[in-house]
């Protein structure tokens, strides 16, 4: 069974840092494009970081600017997102998102090419 588990989320205040991670399991985790997305409370889910499936390569959408960090371990099946320097625009749930498609994959995120996890949730909060 193909499994995608987050963990790492919590509380943060402004400004600080968390990082998070995904398990996977049930696939070739290396024949695979990942991504980080969100959804904001009320909002639909935004991509905010992709990497390649052999990690080489990364992409992050404008606004994330710099902040976040997306990278992987294929030998232990591990996605990670490091998340600094965070606002309370920030809060909402994380998921771990895997591409539908094996091969390359060249920094495009389809809601409808990918599949995700049940999240964990960060919040941003003073």
């Known amino acids: 069974e193909r499994q995608l588990v987050e963990s790492g989320g919590g509380l943060v205040q402004p400004g600080g840092s968390l990082r998070l991670s995904c398990d996977a399991s049930?696939?070739?985790?290396?024949?695979?494009?990942m991504s980080w997305v969100r959804q904001a409370p009320g909002k639909g889910l935004e991509w905010v970081a992709g990497?390649?499936?052999?990690?080489?390569?990364?992409y992050y959408p404008d606004f994330v600017k710099g902040r976040f960090i997306i990278s992987r371990d294929n030998a232990k099946n591990t996605l990670y997102l490091q998340l600094n320097s965070l606002t309370t625009e920030d809060t909402g749930m994380y998921y771990c998102s895997k591409a539908k498609f094996g091969g390359n994959w060249y920094g495009r995120w389809d809601q409808d090419q990918w599949s995700w996890g049940q999240g964990t949730r960060v919040t941003v909060s003073s």
């Open positions: 990497i390649t499936r052999g990690g080489g390569t990364t």
């Open positions: 049930g696939f070739t985790f290396s024949n695979f494009a």
